[in-house]
Nanobody, 112 residues
Framework: QVQLVESGGGLVQAGGSMRLSCTAS??????MAWYRQAPGKQREFVAR???????SVQNDLRGRFTVARDYDKNTVYLQIRNLQQDDTAVYYC????????WGQGTQVTVSS
């Protein structure tokens, strides 16, 4: 059974920082990624990290978003700084490319 559990979201003022966590099980040690879905919009790619820790971030988010992983904890992290209202979304983790099974995500809400 594949298990994807996201956590760390919440309500944050614009300009603040936040770290999201994702624990993954049942999928070995694949390339992982973060995705997000804002209200009324399609789910989009945010950032990915390879099995060896090489990272890539969506062009518009570079400089504010970083991704890392902790192999001992089977956890992938997404660090966000200088949060903007447009970052408000449900954030999901999954493999890269994604499988068609998703977790519940974690809600990030950025206020002005």
């Amino acid at each position: 059974q594949v298990q994807l559990v996201e956590s760390g979201g919440g309500l944050v003022q614009a300009g603040g920082s936040m770290r999201l966590s994702c624990t993954a099980s049942g999928i070995g040690n694949p390339a992982m990624a973060w995705y997000r879905q804002a209200p009324g919009k399609q789910r989009e790619f945010v950032a990915r990290i390879s099995v060896t820790g090489v990272t890539s971030v969506q062009n518009d988010l570079r400089g504010r978003f970083t991704v890392a992983r902790d192999y001992d904890k089977n956890t992938v992290y997404l660090q966000i700084r200088n949060l903007q209202q447009d970052d408000t979304a449900v954030y999901y983790c999954n493999t890269y490319p994604p499988r068609n099974s998703w977790g519940q995500g974690t809600q990030v809400t950025v206020s002005s």
